[in-house]
């Protein structure tokens, strides 16, 4: 048995952890990664870094790997990658499952102001704030850059590059975040406005917290759906259920 994960997310690791503990010993799991972040942390396996060369590409590895089934657990926001792995399984007829944590929701307290994309989040930023906490990663900071009169703490696991905004701070860390850390930096960096991703999970969702209780509003972007016709679970160890459900109960390790 071959299982692709397209992997880079915490859950995909821990997907990788499951299967690897199992007792089969033909069941082989290859990890993709796509090689955007520095020094990424491992999940043990096969590990293959960069991309396939689109949706071809991939169907070709499927069919020249072998697989028996891949599961997209990528990040929320990837969806290239999993437009991708959609029409590859379409190709190939190999079995695909997409693995996505749950998205965040607002509490009461909130101040949200939910948008399509970053650009769309931009556009709001003037009427909201003046100092902003930027969590989007260190991609898409060309679509904040024409925002000069607003001041940018930018945190992200890697540096980013331009285009970006004029003035701006860069926050090198990775989470997982603490409440107690996220209430300082808003803080000691007079925020007053904070954008995010709706990665979901708890290790970024303090910031959620510290936002709420300094009564900050905060511009949160939507996920894009998974690919139609896609089942879709929320954990790594459904994923391993549904790989059990469809191969046999003998063919993978029990969640």
């Known amino acids: 048995m071959h299982v692709l994960i397209l992997g880079g ?14 007792t089969r010993a033909d069941l082989r799991v290859t990890s993709s990664l796509a090689g955007r972040v520095g020094a990424p942390r491992l999940p043990p396996g096969e590990v293959r870094v960069g991309g396939f060369g689109g949706a071809e590409g991939l169907a070709r590895w499927l069919r020249e790997h072998r697989a028996d089934a891949f599961v997209d657990a990528t ?16 190709a190939t007829g ?11 929701a ?3 307290g909130d101040v949200w102001h939910e948008t399509g994309s970053l ?3 931009a556009g709001l930023l003037p009427s909201l704030g003046r100092r902003v906490f930027l969590t989007t990663g260190r991609l898409g900071l060309g679509a904040f850059a024409a925002l000069e009169d607003l001041w940018f703490l930018v945190r992200s696991v890697d540096a980013p590059s331009a285009p970006a905004p004029a003035r701006m701070e860069v926050l090198l860390d990775r989470g997982p975040f603490t409440l107690r850390g996220e209430r300082e930096l808003l803080r000691r ?7 995010t991703k709706d990665s979901g999970g708890a290790a970024t969702a303090p910031k959620l917290t510290a936002a709420r209780e300094a ?14 016709g896609v089942p879709v679970v929320t954990g790594p160890e459904a994923a391993v259920h549904w790989l059990r459900e469809r191969f046999g109960p003998g063919a993978f390790p029990h969640p």
């Open 75 to 90: 990040h929320p926001f990837a969806g290239t990658v999993s437009a991708n792995a959609a029409a590859a399984a379409a």
């Open 9 to 22: 997310t915490a859950e995909a690791r821990r997907l990788a952890e499951s299967l690897a503990a199992g």
């Open 94 to 104: 190999v079995p695909l499952l997409a693995l996505r944590r749950p998205g965040w």
């Open 189 to 195: 960096h007079a925020v007053d406005v904070l954008v």
């Open 119 to 121: 650009e769309e989040a």
């Open 106 to 108: 607002p509490a009461e």
């Open 215 to 228: 009564g900050l509003p905060v511009v949160v972007v939507r996920r894009p759906p998974v690919p139609a």
